[in-house]
């Protein structure tokens, strides 16, 4: 099938006559139906950066009007039509006669995605999802025009988060104060947000047959190898694993701050007074330090990176009217990454940079697939692919830091991950409950996060800063916009746990396994991907067991 030249994918009249032509066509063979598959790819991958495209630009300018505009357009007008079409489309090839003579190796992981949303699919849904969407992006421009001004001039919230980092405690608490009252001050515009938001996807899980949305979402997510009990099993490993090792972290830093307790204000500041971590002056410098690290590591990751370094592959830095957060958008017609963050000068932002090139590695290592669903894996997966770039760039610290101050950054991550993985758990347990209890009041929520704080939260001490301690969920985006999509970071940070134990005895062959399991895209299932990767994918409590003794190891070689 040839695409016209100049077909403009934003417009569904241009869109339409070649859909319809793949649904018109006949399928006489096996050859047949393998070139549906093809075409079909091809054409979605023309549809889908056109979308990518809209996203890219409403993130990068949520002030902007005219680009809001054209994504909600795409949202409203384009994609409940590729909806619909799709899933005619799925049923056609997964009906097909044929469909039994595939290959088995090459089309069981498409076939039974197929299926499965053949399955749930419901035209009832379609303007439901487009519905979704739009109070998501809502919640995006909320987000992206947060400003505060602060030492004389108007900071956006990422720009803030230098100054927990300050030796000065009055400087901290100040800053953060700031912070807190102008989120509250958005409080309520958020809570009414999600409420549309839990009452649209629990109308969409009924039309479905379903009793809850979260059994729902399990289901339209594909999560084929593990299940909702599979996932309060990780809450409890976490719970009783990694929450105490936070906790006793926490009270150590209050015994060196020589304080009764920390403050929310008190939890990113050096132990020892040295200044905060600064990895680069601005995104050129960023730029220029992550591609000798990664050339050092890889020359090959080296070449793919500076690929990035033209063609509109990457927009760094925080500003405001910039939508919160980060993210590597695949353009899956011309097969090219695109990397957004809001880039402060902090070690976070060095994290979200070689996080972010880990999804673009992956993007490019399995680029090569002409099914356009095999370019892509599963979530759980996905995010090993980023998590683990995190961990096996410790040795290429140094083009950012002195000796000390790589040691400083080595110990930050890690000691971040007994952080990190409680609120994973945290935010997952939320969700859990707020979709298996969709009639539930703004209080009920406010209280259940609390209850949730007490099972997963540090040793902090919230004091007269309670109204913000309730509503901090708010801050999580992946609530509004990819809902249940958060578990995946627990689950793939202990298959990046398990890539960087691997890389601590032998650097050159986790470096295989890492780059063989990448190109596999998702070709195959997920618990084979982990085993390509020489992963195991478990994540009980023996498992979180093992990797945090690791981490703990590693702890006690480097000075606090």
């Known amino acids: 099938m040839k695409l016209p030249p100049n077909l403009d994918a934003t417009r569904w009249d241009q869109l339409a006559p070649l859909y319809a032509q793949l649904n018109a066509r006949t399928i006489g063979s096996t050859k047949d139906l393998e070139q549906l598959i093809l075409d079909r790819s091809n054409l979605d991958a023309v549809a889908d950066e056109a979308q990518a495209n809209l996203y890219i630009g409403m993130t990068c300018h949520t002030d902007d009007d005219a680009r809001r505009s054209a994504f909600l357009k795409f949202i409203q007008n384009v994609e409940p ?181 920390v403050r929310p204000w008190d939890l990113k500041v050096d132990l020892r007074g040295r200044n905060p971590l600064r990895p680069f002056a601005d995104t050129n410098q960023l730029v220029e330090r992550t591609s000798r690290a990664f050339h050092r590591l890889d020359a090959e990751l080296g070449t793919m990176f500076d690929s990035m370094r033209t063609g509109s592959c990457l927009d760094l830095e925080t500003r405001k009217g910039k939508a919160p957060g980060g993210y590597q958008y695949q353009r899956q017609a011309s097969r090219t990454p695109f990397i957004f963050m809001n880039a402060a000068g902090l070690q976070r932002d060095l994290t979200t940079m070689v996080h972010e090139a880990g999804h673009a590695f992956h993007s490019l290592l399995s680029k090569h697939d002409p099914i356009l669903a095999y370019r892509g894996s599963p979530i759980e997966f996905a995010e090993v692919a980023s998590m683990s770039m995190e961990l096996l760039t410790f040795p290429q610290l140094d083009e950012f830091y002195s000796p000390e101050e790589s040691a400083r950054a080595r110990r930050d991550q890690l000691e971040g991950l007994a952080t990190l993985l409680p609120w994973i758990a945290m935010i997952d347990a939320f969700q859990h409950w707020v979709y298996t209890n969709p009639k539930h009041t703004r209080a009920d929520r406010s209280a259940q996060w609390i209850a949730l704080n007490t099972r997963f939260g540090g040793d902090v001490d919230w004091s007269g800063h309670e109204e913000t301690l309730a509503s901090l969920w708010q801050r999580q985006l992946h609530l509004f916009g990819s809902p249940f999509y958060y578990v995946e970071y627990g689950i793939a940070q202990l298959g990046a746990l398990q890539m960087w134990r691997q890389s601590r005895r032998d650097p050159s062959a986790a470096l295989a396994n890492y780059k063989r399991a990448l190109t596999l895209g998702g070709s195959r299932p997920l618990p084979e991907l982990f085993e390509s990767a020489g992963l195991t994918f478990d994540f009980g409590p023996e498992t979180v067991r093992g990797l945090m003794a690791e981490v703990q190891s590693e702890l006690a070689t480097i000075p606090a």
């Open 81 to 261: 039509n590729l909806r619909t079409t799709g899933a005619e489309l799925d049923r056609k090839t997964v009906e097909s006669p044929f469909a039994k003579q595939l290959d088995p190796k090459r089309y069981e992981t498409y076939l039974r995605a197929l299926r499965r949303e053949v399955q749930l699919f419901r035209a009832e849904n379609v303007p439901l999802l487009t519905e979704a969407t739009t109070f998501d992006q809502e919640y995006s421009k909320l987000c992206g025009a947060m400003s505060v001004t602060f030492q004389g001039s108007e900071q956006t919230m990422p720009q803030m988060a230098k100054y927990l980092e300050s030796t000065d405690r009055s400087v901290r608490e100040e800053s953060w104060t700031a912070v807190a009252a102008r989120r509250l001050a958005d409080r309520e515009a958020v809570d009414s947000i999600y409420d549309k938001l839990i009452d649209v996807r629990h109308r969409m899980a009924l039309n479905a047959g379903f009793d809850n949305y979260r059994d729902f979402q399990h289901e339209r997510m594909l999560r084929f190898d593990y299940k909702p009990a599979d996932c309060v099993r990780f809450h409890e490993a976490i719970e009783a694993t990694c929450v105490p090792l936070m906790r006793e972290l926490h009270k150590e830093r209050a015994a060196s701050l020589k304080l009764k307790s």
